[in-house]
């Protein structure tokens, strides 16, 4: 069997992430039968005896390029190597193919509840108003498609009006030795993290706008920790400057290792007020470290969360909602739950479980 992989957009951050993930479990596969072709733009991964790697860089051009490359270039490639499936990270399907596509994905912005402005955010409109109905339409076209989470499929089915059984929630497995848990000391309590990327979503503004709060009550007995720089766009760098102006004890420490970040989770309390995700991995590593964590009131969070006894929810447009949890824990007036969580249970299958579904 011949097996086309179309992940063009990755490049950098988790997108790139999730094709190194999959591209090392093909790796390991014991399955030598099939053929693998994967279709990238920048990244560079080694081919192996039934691997083969194709590389677009100019696919980063412009859209222009892009749509030339989807419309034009991708047919060809499934018709000329003989592909039997494809299978698509980019959230949409090749067109111009009959080939069984499965289709991955893992865009929200189509499917939450919170809709973007114009003149908000011209990137995340086009996203929903434009990007969105070309999504959805893959969606109806993939012979199967694969969500993270279990709300991801209720929104496809209630948007799109699919059948449940074309749809598969498959969770990405966690990979964690865990050494230590979550101290809930004094130091800990009054520690704060949001290990975060710069989109506006993701809500920076809220911890700002609750620490400034607390700072008309007079409490600057605590610390937060951003793993921004503070120059990442007009916004994050606006916020830097409300921050370094007004005093307030947020530091931007930039981007951290994976094992420094494991590591914070056991020192600090997780804030994740982010209002859009498709999944919100350090909700869950975090809570594989046994940590403290306030999250939005979101459909994610409550899913990720779910029956995790040191969670605690706020509604990630109200700053003195957040405000209040913060300072509970500062002051020591939460109560820390000693829990026993498997990590089997919530790790998902991951690849494994795709690669299942594309044989």
Known sequence: MNIMVFDVPASSGGALSILRDFYNEVKIESNKSIKWFFVLSTP???ETKNIKIFRFPWIKKSWIHRLYFDYFVAPKLIKKYNIDKTLSFQNVVVPHTEVPQILYVHQPLPFVDYKFSFKENKIFWIYQNIIGKLIKKSIKKAKKVIVQTSWMKKACMGQIGIDSKKIKVISPKINLNIIRYFNPSKTNMGTFFFPAGAESYKNHKIIVESCKKLKKQAMNDYNVIFTLK?????SIATLYEEVKELDLPIKFVGG???EDVFELYTKSILIFPSYIETFGLPMLEARL???IILASNC?????ILEGYENAYFFN?????ELMNLMEKAIMNNIEYKECDEDIGSMSGNGWAGLLNELY
């Not at 459909?299 to 899913?303: A, M």
């Not at 990630?316 to 003195?320: A, D, E, K, L, Q």
């Open 316 to 320: 990630p447009f109200n700053s003195r």
């Open 299 to 303: 459909p994610f969070s409550n899913e």
């Open 256 to 258: 951290l290792p994976r």
């Open 44 to 46: 560079e991964l080694e």
């Open 230 to 234: 503070g120059n990442e766009n007009d």
């Open 289 to 291: 470290h046994k940590t």
